[in-house]
């Protein structure tokens, strides 16, 4: 079966360099969610789409924005790295109807020299 | 918003016990609780859940439990196998709005 799909996988960049992370999600899933994990951390929720239309917010950076596109993929735009944005990207997705099943892809990790 | 405490943070089992992670969360609007499993460098991979209206789940070895009153649930893995080694996360989501506990890290000796 179909997975999320993230890219890049691996991603370096400099301090202040900006970085697009890309998420493809399940097929017929129309909610994607962007959570970031630090070292030894929880993923940490950034925020979500549903529809097109961004549906929650979480701890984002003033410095990061996203937006979901008409075929339902997703990109994080990271301008102004710094040091402390070096974490494993999570994208999942659902089908947008509670009690779904978030459904993860394999990650992206950022690490910011 | 929702605020998930998992605990232990670390938990080390001899194989063939029993291990017990336990969350509370504050939002009495989540219905849902997944519990994910993580490799380290891994994607959480959902390994059980439980909706509100339900009180308890068993799927082989792996059991959850919900007590919506105290706002708290918890995890049963029973007959552990080195392979159950990882980090567990707990999660409350509403209206998927979700939001993960710390994290167990569960060590099964052999």
């Known amino acids: 079966a179909a997975g999320v799909i993230q890219s890049p996988r691996h991603l370096i960049k400099e301090k202040r360099e900006t970085a697009t992370l890309k998420c493809y999600p399940i097929p017929r899933h129309d909610t994607v969610y962007w959570y970031q994990q630090g070292p030894g951390q929880d993923p940490q929720f950034l925020i979500s789409?549903?529809?097109?239309?961004?549906?929650d917010k979480g701890s984002i950076p003033d410095r990061f924005s996203a937006q979901q596109f008409s075929d339902y993929h997703s990109e994080l735009n990271m301008s102004s790295l710094e040091l402390g944005d070096s974490a494993l990207y999570f994208c999942?997705?659902?089908?947008?109807?509670?009690?779904?099943?978030?459904?993860f892809g394999p990650g992206t990790r950022l690490t910011v020299l | 918003g929702e605020n998930v405490e998992q605990h232990p943070s670390t938990l080390s089992v001899q194989e063939g016990d029993s291990a017990v992670i336990k969350c509370t969360y504050s939002d009495s609007a989540s219905n849902y609780f997944p519990w994910y499993k993580q490799e380290l460098g891994k994607r959480p991979q959902l390994i059980i859940d439980i909706r509100s209206n339900v009180g308890e789940k068993k799927d082989q070895r792996i059991a959850v439990t919900l007590n919506k009153t105290a706002k708290h649930f918890s995890l049963h893995i029973t007959e552990t196998q080195p392979e159950d080694s990882a980090v567990y996360f707990c999660a409350a989501s509403h209206n998927n709005d979700m939001r993960f506990g710390a994290g167990t890290r569960l060590t099964v000796k052999p």
């Open positions: 789409f549903y529809e097109k239309m961004q549906s």
């Open positions: 999942a997705s659902n089908s947008g109807t509670s009690y779904n099943e978030q459904f």
